[in-house]
């Protein structure tokens, strides 16, 4: 519950629905996977055709949410930053996922409104790093070939039933291929059955970061 009649939610999702390959929704809510959440109900009534990305364990979108002191004085200011990007009158923006995070993080955190970030579980944060001194080397290969290698492990194990901790990693190759066009021609990602496809590229970070969720499952 929270501590102020005035405080509550900025999120972000990603959508797989849509005009362009970086279409993501942004709003303001109350209340942020608390088992009061409107999001849970954007996975059954899409915001105008909107689709997200959804935690299948869980039916919520994958979201990344900000706890900020006053919700409207927030909101404001992220449509104002927003402005130049968004769709029409609605709550659609176009915009990377990861650069809208940092933005929103920094526009919120610089006009005193930042409370907590909420992550999503599932990318890496290391974007948010504004120190190169900061960032520790990372030695550990992460090739399209180890992909396939820890991929062909993941099948051997389960077969065509893989886990929901993968699928939640997973999208639909021919979403993938209409609403990440960049992604997609770049050759980086490794296929999987049933017409599911695991999206690689990303900096060496946020590769290992996959890599770790993946051997986790092995």
Known sequence: MLDNSNEGYIYIYRCIGGSGSDVVKIGKTKHFHDGFDRLKQHGRTLYYGFVPYTDFTTGFPIATGFRVKDTNIADAIVKNNFS???FSNIEIYNVDYDLAIKEL????NSNGQLIELI???ISAYDFLSTAP???TEVKEDTSKAVF???KND????YGDELPEKLMILLKNRNDFEENCRSHYASGNYIEFPNNLVLDIHYNKMKR???LSKLRDLL
Do not use: F, N, P, T
């Open 84 to 86: 130049g990007k968004q």
């Open 105 to 108: 993080y920094e526009v919120l």
């Open 119 to 121: 992550q999503d579980r």
């Open 133 to 135: 001194e900061a960032v």
């Open 148 to 150: 396939e290698s820890v």
């Open 154 to 157: 993941l099948l051997a194990k």
């Open 208 to 210: 290992v970061d996959i």
